[in-house]
């Protein structure tokens, strides 16, 4: 069976593949707009892991929606999430048997409520698959500190392919640094350079 995993670069989604990688035939997919080098750092990821790669770009409209989200709210949460579910939506459509991510028991955001997961599969034919909904941050943090080589930074330093990346361009082109500060406040962000032996 095949699964597509969302895919950053980042402790979550990694270690969600690496638990899916037993029973299922994984490709870490990224997921964005196609700004900056999202998509290379988390393809570099992918190839430390040894996983296969694909890049979907979602449509401008979608970006755009989800920028004037977040710059009205003046904060991540609902336009994150928004752009979560188009996501999932998006690799859901391009063939797999399952799709994952790598949210976690006690994520705020993005997060899959069970009435949206099971929408997903119908509309779908999939299964949705969250293999660390069972874990909490100090879990994670410690199976990744066992497992993974990674490199932490200050959010706005650290080249990733997560989401937030790609959105603080989108948020500076609509409205310029001051608005990339007040939707993005600073924070760490971690990037999986690789496998422990």
Do not use: C
Not at 4 to 27: I, M, N, R
Not at 74 to 86: A, D, P, T
């Amino acid at each position: 069976m095949d699964a597509g995993v969302l895919f950053s670069g980042g402790k979550d989604s990694s270690l969600a593949a690496l638990l899916l990688g037993e029973f299922y035939d994984v490709t870490l997919v990224h997921v964005g707009f196609g700004v900056g080098d999202a998509a290379t750092h988390a393809e570099a990821t992918a190839d430390a892991l040894g996983f296969p790669f694909a890049e979907r770009e979602l449509d401008a409209e979608v970006g755009d929606e989800v920028v004037a989200q977040l710059r009205e709210d003046g904060f991540q949460r609902n336009g994150i999430q928004m752009l979560h579910e188009r996501a999932l939506d998006a690799v859901a459509g391009d063939g797999y048997d399952a799709v994952a991510d790598g949210t976690r028991r006690d994520d705020r955001v993005p997060s899959v409520s069970r009435a949206w997961a099971q929408s997903l599969e119908e509309r779908h034919d999939i299964d949705y698959l969250s293999p660390l909904a069972g874990f909490g941050r100090r879990a994670v943090d410690r199976l990744a500190e066992e497992t993974l080589e990674v490199e932490e930074a200050p959010a706005a330093d650290l080249e990733k392919g997560d989401y937030e990346g790609e959105l603080r361009e989108l948020v500076r082109e609509a409205g310029g640094d001051e608005a990339v500060e007040e939707v993005f406040p600073e924070h760490m962000q971690t990037r999986v350079t690789g496998r422990r032996a």
